[in-house]
């Protein structure tokens, strides 16, 4: 779905392409966003305006080999986007890459940046959230890595859109015991008991 900013249109890589160019990265890589969420489910139930790729902070480098050739800029909060110079290391602050092919082109993929320590994925958002880092992710049937889907939807719980609802009510129903269970308990650390999504969770049977 090609959409437009401020610093030119967005017409995002479709996933099958996404996933084909970081097929050949040694370091660990994983869907995010709402494609993360559909494969989970396990079908397309909503457009997208991007398509995003979680690194590691400290594999990031690795983004510009894979992409060697393309225009890496940094979103540098609040709400700058400036050129990533090769072999730049970003500070923590800065989170979200985005890439195109060339100049004239439209932005294709958003690269996000989280942190780990050790064999643990850290939550920037609070540091108390943690989780192995083997636990992370899944693998879709057709080997493409993706972030689970309750990790994903902890990111989306801070200031839920139309698209992170969405998200949710579809998820809800696929997610097991301990998935809805570290999801309630993740949201009402970083987000208070009274999030709606944690009463949801813990009302809804498992399927």
Same mark, same amino acid.
């Given at each position: 779905?090609?959409?437009?900013?401020?610093?030119?249109?967005?017409?995002?890589?479709?996933?099958?392409?996404?996933?084909?160019?970081? $097929?050949?990265?040694?370091? +660990?890589?994983?869907? $995010?966003? %709402?494609?993360?969420?559909?494969?989970? #489910? %396990? *079908?397309?139930?909503?457009?997208?305006?991007?398509?995003?790729?979680?690194?590691?902070?400290?594999?990031?480098?690795?983004?510009?080999?894979?992409?060697? %050739?393309?225009?890496?800029?940094?979103? /540098?909060? +609040?709400?700058?986007?400036?050129p990533w110079l +090769?072999?730049? #290391?970003?500070?923590? *602050?800065?989170? /979200?890459?985005?890439?195109?092919?060339?100049?004239?082109?439209?932005?294709?993929?958003?690269?996000?940046?989280? /942190?780990?320590? %050790?064999?643990?994925?850290?939550?920037?958002?609070?540091?108390?959230?943690?989780? +192995?880092?083997?636990?992370?992710?899944?693998? @879709?049937?057709?080997? #493409?890595?993706?972030?689970?889907?309750? #990790?994903?939807?902890?990111?989306?719980?801070? @200031?839920?859109?139309?698209?992170?609802?969405?998200?949710? $009510?579809?998820?809800?129903?696929?997610?097991t015991a301990d998935?809805?269970?570290?999801?309630?308990?993740?949201?009402?650390?970083?987000?208070?008991? /009274?999030?709606?999504?944690?009463?949801?969770?813990?009302?809804?049977?498992?399927?």
């Amino acid at each position: 779905m090609r959409t437009e900013t401020p610093w030119g249109p967005w017409d995002p890589a479709p996933l099958e392409e996404a996933a084909r160019l970081f $097929a050949p990265l040694r370091a +660990p890589w994983w869907i $995010a966003g %709402g494609y993360a969420v559909e494969l989970a #489910v %396990g *079908h397309t139930f909503r457009d997208h305006g991007d398509i995003d790729v979680l690194l590691l902070r400290r594999d990031q480098l690795t983004a510009q080999q894979i992409l060697a %050739g393309w225009e890496w800029w940094a979103a /540098d909060p +609040p709400g700058t986007l400036r050129p990533w110079l +090769p072999g730049e #290391v970003l500070p923590r *602050h800065v989170h /979200d890459i985005w890439c195109r092919p060339g100049p004239a082109e439209p932005w294709r993929i958003q690269l996000m940046l989280d /942190d780990a320590e %050790g064999t643990d994925w850290l939550f920037r958002r609070d540091p108390r959230i943690r989780l +192995p880092l083997d636990r992370l992710g899944r693998v @879709s049937k057709d080997g #493409v890595p993706y972030l689970s889907p309750e #990790v994903q939807l902890l990111y989306k719980a801070k @200031s839920p859109r139309p698209k992170d609802e969405q998200d949710f $009510a579809t998820a809800l129903p696929t997610l097991t015991a301990d998935q809805r269970a570290w999801l309630t308990e993740t949201i009402t650390l970083a987000q208070g008991a /009274d999030h709606p999504w944690a009463a949801r969770l813990r009302a809804h049977p498992v399927g």
